[in-house]
């Protein structure tokens, strides 16, 4: 079964410093994994996606993401923060499931809240 | 950018009542799912939908719940006697295809705040 841990419930960064949000995973299949963002008051935004092309996934706003299968994270990268980064991100797993199987359904990690400060 | 549009953004109702969240999902998407997000806990899946049907569904959604598309361009997720512990953030979502979807990725909408008093 697929499941998802993020480390940190709260990651404090100062505005121009990297940032680093970790994630790891478990899945028995390939998995599909995703960083999205929630803005207060405002939905999920994807962040970006991997898909198993290129392990490092470049996504909005700078950020990235590597996947390393060796250590089953998908931690997110930036290297310099912004006031506007504030926000909580959430790691997800996509459940592919077998084939004519579950709807990929997503798994979410519990969500690290990045505070920047100025 | 297309977007998935979620009415309405706060709803109180109070307990027992029935209440129904709209949503309309992305015009060529063909899968939709509510999600929900108790506060402080993760988001977790409640279903899908496919071809006017239930594709799958989680634990959570149990008796007290149903989802319909009632036109060609709604999605609803009904609550038919709400109880407390319903009070959450629900998320509608829809994607273009179901397995795999991965590829593609989920298009979530802003949400509706349920509380329940």
């Known amino acids: 079964a697929q499941s998802v841990t993020q480390l940190d419930s709260h990651v404090s960064v100062s505005e121009g410093t990297p940032v680093l949000l970790r994630c790891n995973y478990s899945s028995s299949y390939s998995p599909s994994l995703f960083w999205y963002v929630q803005h207060p008051n405002k939905g999920l935004q994807l962040l970006l996606k991997y898909t198993s092309a290129a392990t490092l996934v470049k996504g909005i706003n700078g950020f990235e993401a590597e996947f390393k299968k060796s250590e089953t994270s998908f931690h997110l990268t930036k290297p310099s923060a912004h006031m506007s980064d504030a926000a909580e991100y959430f790691c997800v797993v996509s459940d592919d499931g077998t084939l004519g199987g579950s709807q990929g359904n997503l798994i979410f990690g519990k969500g690290t809240k990045l505070s920047v400060k100025p | 950018e297309p977007e998935v549009t979620q009415t309405p953004s706060h709803q109180v109702t109070q307990m027992g009542q029935e209440v129904i969240l709209r949503c309309v999902p992305i015009?060529?998407?063909?899968?939709f799912y509510w999600y929900r997000q108790i506060l402080g806990q993760k988001v977790e899946f409640l279903v899908s939908f496919y071809n006017n049907e239930i594709s799958e569904k989680s634990e959570i959604f149990d008796d007290q719940f149903s989802v319909e598309r009632p036109d060609g361009s709604n999605f609803t997720l009904k609550i038919r006697s709400t109880k407390l512990e319903d009070s959450a953030m629900y998320f509608c979502?829809?994607?273009?295809?179901?397995f795999g979807s991965g590829v593609y990725g989920y298009t979530f909408g802003s949400g509706t705040r349920l509380t329940v008093v």
């Open positions: 979502a829809s994607s273009e295809v179901g």
């Open positions: 015009s060529n998407h063909l899968y």
